[in-house]
């Protein structure tokens, strides 16, 4: 590809020239020049880019161009898939040959050969079904292209044998490892070290900074570019990895693991190890079992919490109990023992951190999920870490995604990251004709959502917006106990089939939804985004209420209050634009492939009648808006 990007992109370029479907999008070429732009001055990007913009041939093609080793890290699995199965094979036909492109995926992902044969050994302690498929597994070795966990179709979407035959972090062995000539895993990694270009997700890039951070090892090779696409999830991504986290089902697998180990150990050292590795077994059972069994989640060492003393101490015990474990498994030969101990002295430091909450720049928090208890220290800010280990580092660095900015304004996206502020962000429009397409109803005459009689009238407006899209709609909510009060409200109440999230996993509700053309599905959070329902299954999108930040979440909390201690607004600089951010990417799912028409609505009447609606409507799709529902009838009926 010798060609500029112009005269690739650009009216009779190349691409217009070699595919005859091929429109060139003057939003398209902007971005690409501005991606160019940070690649030859080892620069940073931002930009915001429309849906319909074409953005991953925006940045693609100039990182190719560049020839620097570039890292493509996206939020959600369905780009990275779309990316690697359609972007780059695209390029391949038309642009020509001449690069290699890698993908990486955590190492939860790949199959390990040596857990594998540790597996079948002990099959006839499985239940047959589970055996069965470890022997399906086994016989899929020989011809598996990357040992990922995708290519093992048979297996069931919860199978519990995944996390015995796969190596997290914490139990690879690493080049002690008897199979490790043969690892899946680090044949990724080979491949990824001679590829141009190598596409991540969020999470294994930010896995890769915390690791280099904190001096043990690295997960990419060296780079020396990176396109964060979808850059707005980048700081949740961040606060999860720069952060500490412990749970009493990690602990009880460590426990399990450790009980194997002491089977294989010579007598007398199974004898002394065995009774220790019981005893932790049942502290990681206490954990889960004994502590804030009230919530679902709190803050950790609130002043007055009865808890605090007896928590404390069990955590503190605990570390001394876990680090006593690693030094006995340390004078054990063979790898196994070896890399036990490393997760021990791993554990026992983030029961200390977390037990002693010395560090004031985190917060502490429970989280309960059934019999499982999570303890989490996360990051105040994590723009301190991006700065020290990626922002300051000189690379060429690109962050791009549809939502960015509220109303134009960058500043809440370069603040949560810690980019300069005088950096200047790009927008590129959607070349979606939304004003000619679609229509937004905001109604006006529906309680205060934050009043008991909301529910209830929300789920009535639902059901008569229904009545006039017939069926064919997203209804998204910001609570599971709304969702759930509208899906009880409408079962049996609709002629469409409707669609809850939870009766069945992700993919499969999305792949109902969309074959079903005139079903309704009702969904919250992880549907916000990443949802892509093109033709006729999706004429509109409803939305419940203003999706702000939930105030009583620890880490919510907790930063507002730093906000504030600043002298800064907490709901203006923060509650607001992150709202706004969440709106768009929810509204997003409409329209999605510029020919379908639809509606939009928000049934929150805070967005026309509180003071900060008109922040929130600037951030919003250019779409004629009304309140009337006649007016919802005149535009079904006309599309």
């Known amino acids: 590809m010798r060609e500029t990007l112009k005269e690739l992109l650009g ?96 190492r939860e992902n790949y199959l390990c050969l040596h857990f594998l044969k540790r597996a079948l050994a002990q099959s006839p302690l499985w239940p047959a079904a589970e055996a069965d498929d470890l022997k399906l597994v086994a016989a899929r070795v020989p011809e598996a292209a990357s040992g990922d966990r995708a290519e093992f179709t048979f297996l069931p979407e919860n199978s519990p044998i995944w996390a015995e035959i796969s190596a997290p972090a914490e139990r690879c062995l690493g080049q002690r490892c008897p199979e490790f000539k043969d690892c899946f895993l680090w044949r990724a990694r080979r491949e990824a070290a001679a590829a141009d270009l190598i596409l991540v997700n969020h999470h294994l890039f930010m896995a890769d900074l915390a690791l280099r951070a904190n001096g043990f090892g690295e997960v990419l090779p060296a780079w020396e570019a990176a396109v964060f696409d979808e850059a707005h999830l980048l700081e949740e991504a961040a606060t999860s990895y720069f952060g500490r986290e412990l749970s009493s089902g990690s602990l009880a697998a460590l426990a399990r693991d450790l009980g194997r180990a002491a089977a294989g150990l010579d007598q007398a050292s199974a004898g002394t190890i065995r009774p220790l590795a019981e005893i932790f077994s049942r502290q990681a059972e206490a954990l889960g079992q004994s502590f804030c069994r009230e919530i679902r989640e709190k803050e950790l060492w609130a002043e007055g919490d009865p808890e605090n003393g007896p928590l404390r101490d069990f955590l503190l015990n605990f570390h001394h109990d876990a680090l006593a474990l690693a030094l006995l498994l340390k004078d054990q030969d063979g790898p196994d023992p070896a890399a036990l101990a490393a997760r021990l002295e791993a554990a026992a430091a983030d029961l200390l951190f977390i037990g002693e909450a010395a560090d004031r720049e985190f917060v502490y928090q429970a989280e309960r999920q059934g019999r499982r208890l999570t303890l989490s220290a996360l990051p105040l800010k994590v723009s301190r870490h991006l700065a020290e280990n990626l922002l300051n580092t000189g690379r060429t660095l690109v962050f791009t995604s549809a939502t960015l900015s509220a109303g134009g304004d960058f500043s809440y996206f370069k603040e949560r990251l810690g980019l300069w502020p005088e950096l200047d962000g790009l927008v590129v429009e959607s070349p979606f004709d939304y004003r000619g397409r679609t229509l937004a109803y905001l109604p006006g005459h529906l309680p205060d959502p934050r009043t008991a009689e909301f529910p209830e009238a929300m789920a009535a407006e639902v059901e008569q917006l229904l009545a006039l899209s017939r069926g064919r709609a997203l209804v998204l909510f910001t609570s599971y106990k709304n969702m759930t009060y509208a899906a009880d409200r409408l079962d049996g109440r609709l002629p469409w089939p409707l669609l809850v999230q939870g009766q069945m996993g992700r993919a499969a509700i999305l792949g109902e939804f969309t074959r079903q053309t005139d079903s309704v599905l009702l969904a919250t959070h992880s549907f916000w985004q990443g949802v892509d329902v093109p033709g006729e299954s999706l004429s509109a999108v409803i939305i419940e209420k203003l999706p702000f930040p939930r105030p009583d979440q620890p880490l919510v909390r907790a930063r507002a209050a730093l906000l504030a201690e600043e002298g800064r607004r907490p709901f203006w600089d923060y509650f607001i634009p992150a709202a706004a951010l969440t709106l768009k990417q929810g509204l997003g799912r409409l329209l999605s492939q510029g020919q379908d028409p639809g509606l939009w609505a928000i049934l929150d009447r805070r967005l026309i009648k509180a003071g900060y609606g008109p922040k929130l409507l600037k951030t919003l799709p250019p779409a004629p808006r009304t309140s009337d529902l006649a007016e919802v009838a005149a535009f079904f009926r006309n599309i």
């Open 11 to 106: 009216p009779g370029g190349r691409l217009a020239r070699l595919w005859p479907s091929f429109e060139p999008r003057p939003g398209q070429l902007a971005m690409a020049l501005e991606v160019g732009r940070a690649f030859r001055e080892d620069d940073f990007a931002i930009i915001e880019a429309g849906t319909g913009t074409g953005k991953t041939l925006a940045y693609l093609l100039p990182a190719l161009l560049s020839g620097k080793k570039t890292v493509v890290s996206t939020g959600l699995k369905n780009l990275q898939d779309q990316i690697f199965e359609k972007d780059l094979p695209f390029i391949r036909r038309f642009f020509g040959e001449g690069f290699r492109s890698a993908r990486l995926k955590g």
